[in-house]
């Protein structure tokens, strides 16, 4: 009796895990919405630049200028966003519901579904998190006037620390991993394209 | 020599044992938390999928799309935040129904139950609650950081040096965090697979 018991509540708590696909399913709409705003955003960026080389004025030509390239960076950022998103998704659903079988042997999933555990999820939040202040600074610099030496020195001291903040990001996500390669098959294609090139001669 | 229980001590020993039961509020308790949390974020998610699709592109003005922009990012890092809440809470039920109660017999092969059910102890329960409590207060501030208004060149620098802090503080967390040999998705198969393959190479 005690046993069945026992067994009827962790066999109904244990149900509870299903929520996680709520996550799941907002995680990758998300994802979905944040890829659309960033193409939103490269079609008005797209746009404003169709006549810019009808823009005869130097100082005009470069505010104009500044202003693209913050929000090029914007998009790009975007797009980031969007892609840790569909990785968060993808990685909640491995970790708590079952592991993607069919994507098993697609060239892909080394790096979609790259999540290990609880703290990879947490840390991939934090890194996009990072990246996006970062590219707050970098646009509220570039729109700023900077009118004496000083000025300059403090800008400079920003840049600094912006620097140090990405090295401590990607010093602790690197320190105990192995290094992130982009294709690490590629490495090991050319390594034996070289191997067999030395054997013909 | 047997030490000899007198009847009452046997019987005060045993009333306080079955106050570990007690326990079992703080399972159902945060399971339940943890279900509320998941719905919070849903509901969150579909506000901010409402706001992106009807307003988003009928915004040809730059200046205010920039501004829905940056609350429909902000929005965004807090959904996930909220689900990263919600998974801790319920990895924290189960933690503490395994930890004082008993083990859970039935998932113990699942797939999932190496990262569902991976408490080890009391200090574990703790270092986990500690590092989502300082996620959401990153997340916080990054939050309050895209919507203030910056002006003049040195409070771009104390912007700047408040992002280093927090990447310090972030450091200090993975770094604490981070132990080799937690690998245990489809990625680490893969790893494997691929090591297993090479060595079958050399041979």
């Known amino acids: 009796m005690r046993k069945s018991l026992e067994h009827n509540f962790e066999s109904a708590i244990w149900q509870a895990r299903w929520s996680v696909l709520t ?33 005869t004025d130097v100082y005009e030509r470069m505010s104009v200028r500044a202003n693209a390239i913050g929000s090029v960076v914007e998009v790009v950022d975007g797009f980031l966003l969007a892609i840790v998103l569909l990785i968060f998704a993808f990685g909640l659903y491995e970790l708590y519901v079952s592991k993607i079988d069919t994507a098993y ?30 590219v707050k600074f970098f646009e509220l610099a570039i729109s700023m006037s900077f009118e004496n030496v000083y000025d300059l020195l403090m800008f400079s001291g920003g840049i600094v620390l912006v620097g ?7 010093f602790a996500s690197g320190h105990h991993t192995p290094k992130i390669k982009t294709d690490p098959d590629r490495e090991v294609w050319t390594e034996e394209k070289r191997r067999q090139m030395m054997e013909t001669e | 020599m047997k030490i000899k229980q007198s009847k ?23 399971l339940f938390t943890a279900l509320i949390m998941f719905y919070v974020a849903a509901v969150d998610t579909f506000y901010v999928l409402e706001m992106i699709t009807t307003e988003y592109a009928q915004e040809a003005n730059m200046l205010d799309r920039k501004e829905l ?50 408490v080890e102890n009391l200090d574990d329960l703790k270092a986990r609650l500690g590092k989502v409590v300082l996620m959401i207060l990153i997340v916080k ?17 104390i912007f700047a040096v408040a992002i280093g802090l927090i990447a310090l503080s972030f450091f200090m967390a993975e770094y604490a965090a981070r132990k080799s040999g937690q690998l245990k998705t489809r990625s680490s198969d893969r790893q494997r697979r691929k090591e297993s393959l090479k060595e079958i190479n050399n041979d």
């Open chain 1, 105 to 134: 042997d697609e060239e892909a999933s080394t790096h979609m579904l790259a999540i290990d555990s609880l703290d990879d999820l947490k840390s991939r939040l934090g890194k996009v998190i990072m990246m996006i202040l970062i």
């Open chain 2, 69 to 118: 922009r940056g609350a429909a990012v902000g929005h965004v890092v807090e959904v996930i935040d909220g689900f990263l809440l919600a998974v801790v809470l319920l990895i924290f039920g189960y933690g503490i129904y395994e930890l004082y109660i008993s083990r859970m017999d039935g998932p113990e092969n699942h797939e999932a139950a190496d990262h569902l059910l991976k």
């Open chain 2, 141 to 157: 501030f990054f939050e309050i950081s895209m919507t203030m208004e910056y002006e003049g060149v040195k409070e771009l620098t």
């Open chain 1, 23 to 55: 996550a799941v399913f907002c995680s990758s709409a998300a994802a979905l919405a944040m890829f659309y705003v960033a193409a939103v955003d490269a079609f008005y960026v797209v746009k404003r630049l169709l006549n810019y080389a009808s823009l």
């Open chain 2, 8 to 30: 009452l001590e046997y019987l005060f020993e045993h009333s306080l044992w079955q106050l570990r039961w007690s326990v079992l509020i703080a399972v159902i308790a945060s």
């Open chain 1, 164 to 170: 140090g903040s990405l090295f401590l990001t990607e």
